[in-house]
């Protein structure tokens, strides 16, 4: 009886099995099933697929032209392709968009777009049966009336532009045209270029980051690299040219990015601020795609904050962000609603092997702008209460968790903008001070915040020629209790000077078997393989005092 029962069983789900094939099979190839059962198959795009794409130019200076099609019609992507440096042309992209099921028969949809200045169907073998469309700048659209068309991975469900002869796409199932809208543009305008995505959203990959076997973890702080809408102008640059030729602050920035990702290999990247450019990136999400690619391209995870120019663009905070956390590798998040700033969160980095533990704990705190009382306290923004709050809060909370951890667990964090405490001249540091340290004139206590929950490391970027690290003791006792690091500007886009400063990067190398923290620098240029002042900050989870100069 038994055995009858488990074969009936196997039958019927062996042709249910089968009917679902064919079921599948059938709706993918002819769209046979009503639009009711057909949004729950696979196949079906969870989202809008475009039918057609227009670009609508207009004259500044002639009142009655506009750039604006039929709202009800056509939806507009908010980026004007002249960035608003033509005095007298605007051009938007417009795209028309539907949900699959409200598709009609008249309905063609996009599954090919292409940027020539000819016709592709005359190009490439094989093409000559499409009939391409022709639109305007160049644009050509390829639409299907295939009632499956809509299904089809070539199916095209978004359309945004990126700028800039150095633009790159850092999402999945994202296309960049590399040829540009073809517009009569002026060569200090960014060329744009179209940028589709084809089939359904792919969801990002954000691996866990966790201590290798070995017992080490190590960081890679990037601070400043101020990168550009295009390929951005070297500031202050040592050499004043890179590889026999002019000196573009992207490029150069880039490269040594690269080479410091080969080399040193790290496990995590913390972006700590002002890696957009305001002044000369207009288009903000094109500077954050060319560092988010290199990443992701290297597969290292990766955590971001802002600094004082991100967001002196067109792009705010909470928009750059929202960009930011749908990127692969990307571990960054906006962060609670309910306290001042973007980007106030921690990670955790697990320990070795299949454990859940976390041994080690990164913070990063948006410390802000510009000083919101520049009559009382000039210059830049503090560390509200808030958020020293909601940290205290969130560690307390940790704690019980940490405990768990079978080693000495570590609390590290990350700020942009310095802390007050970073200009006391009589504390010992190690590296160079080479300007007058820019920390907010009012003190609102992250410092001892810091200390009181057992934080060992807090490093900043900012001011880019400073880049040492200094301790931070106890007034009365005169016991270490925390180190407080630059991380020394990386990109040519920022300031440099200061007789001469070198772009650098700096690391942390953690080893969890010994709780020890070591951290040192790269430079860009002259002695570009040594460890520039390695120490020891951290020893056996205890804050370690520099050694004495010999």
Not at 176 to 200: E, F, K, M, Y
Not at 208 to 221: A, H, T
Not at 481 to 490: K, Q, T, V
């Amino acid at each position: 009886m038994t055995r009858r029962i488990v074969r009936t069983i196997s039958q019927l789900t062996a042709v249910t099995l089968f009917a679902f094939l064919v079921i599948f099979f059938l709706d993918r190839n002819f769209r046979l099933l009503p639009n009711a059962v057909h949004e729950y198959m696979p196949q079906h795009h969870h989202g809008l697929v475009i039918t057609d794409i227009r670009i609508a130019q207009c004259s500044r200076i002639n009142l009655f032209s506009s750039c604006k099609l039929d709202p009800e019609v056509w939806h507009r992507v908010e980026k004007n392709l002249y960035l608003d440096k033509s005095w007298v042309s605007k051009a938007y992209v417009h795209v028309q968009r539907k949900k699959e099921e409200e598709l009609t028969a008249e309905d063609k949809v996009i599954v090919g777009v292409t940027v020539s200045r000819l016709d592709p169907s005359t190009g490439s073998k094989g093409q000559a049966y499409e009939k391409w469309e022709s639109r305007s700048a160049g644009l050509w659209v390829l639409r299907s009336s295939k009632p499956t068309a809509s299904d089809s991975k070539k199916a095209v469900t978004a359309v945004d532009v990126l700028f800039g002869d150095d633009a790159v796409e850092a999402r999945d199932g994202w296309q960049l045209q590399n040829t540009p809208v073809i517009l009569t543009a002026g060569s200090d305008i960014p060329s744009a270029h179209i940028t589709v995505r084809q089939g359904s959203q792919v969801e990002p990959l954000k691996p866990q980051p966790r201590v290798n076997d070995n017992g080490k973890f190590k960081i890679m702080q990037l601070a400043d690299i101020h990168l550009s809408t295009g390929v951005g102008h070297c500031r202050d640059a040592v050499p004043d040219e890179y590889e026999g030729g002019a000196c573009m602050a992207d490029f150069r920035t880039l490269d040594f990015v690269s080479k410091l990702l080969d080399e040193e290999k790290p496990d995590l990247v913390v972006l700590s601020g002002d890696q957009v450019n305001g002044d000369t990136a207009p288009d903000a999400q094109s500077a954050i795609f060319k560092y988010a690619q290199l990443l992701i391209k290297h597969k290292v995870p990766y955590v971001s904050i802002f600094g004082n120019h991100d967001d002196e663009g067109t792009l705010p905070r909470p928009n750059q962000m929202a960009l930011i956390e749908q990127l692969p590798y990307s571990l960054s998040v906006a962060g609670p609603d309910d306290i001042d700033g973007v980007g106030n969160y921690y990670i955790e980095v697990l320990a070795q092997g299949t454990s859940k533990h976390s041994a080690l704990t990164v913070y990063m705190l948006d410390s802000h702008s510009y000083s919101p009382d520049e009559r009382q306290y000039s210059g830049y923004d503090w560390i509200k209460k808030n958020q020293i709050d909601w940290f205290r809060q969130t560690s307390e909370g940790l704690k019980k968790k940490h405990k768990e951890y079978t080693h000495i667990h570590m609390d590290i964090a990350f700020i942009h903008i310095p802390l007050p405490e970073y200009r006391e001249a009589d504390s010992p540091f190690v590296g160079e001070w080479r300007e007058v340290v820019t920390a907010p004139k009012f003190n609102s206590g992250f410092r001892d915040a810091l200390v009181e929950q057992g934080v060992v490391m807090v490093s900043c970027g900012h001011d880019h020629a400073n880049e040492y690290c200094m301790l931070s003791s106890n007034k009365e006792t005169k016991r270490p209790e925390l180190w407080m690091c630059y991380g020394g500007g990386g990109g040519f886009g920022g300031y440099g000077g200061y007789g001469g400063y070198v772009r650098r990067a700096r690391f942390f190398d953690i080893d969890m078997n010994e709780a020890r923290i070591t951290t040192y620098k790269r430079l860009e240029y002259g002695d570009t393989t040594s460890h520039i002042d390695p120490q020891i900050i951290v020893d056996g989870g205890s804050v370690l005092p520099p050694k004495e100069r010999t």
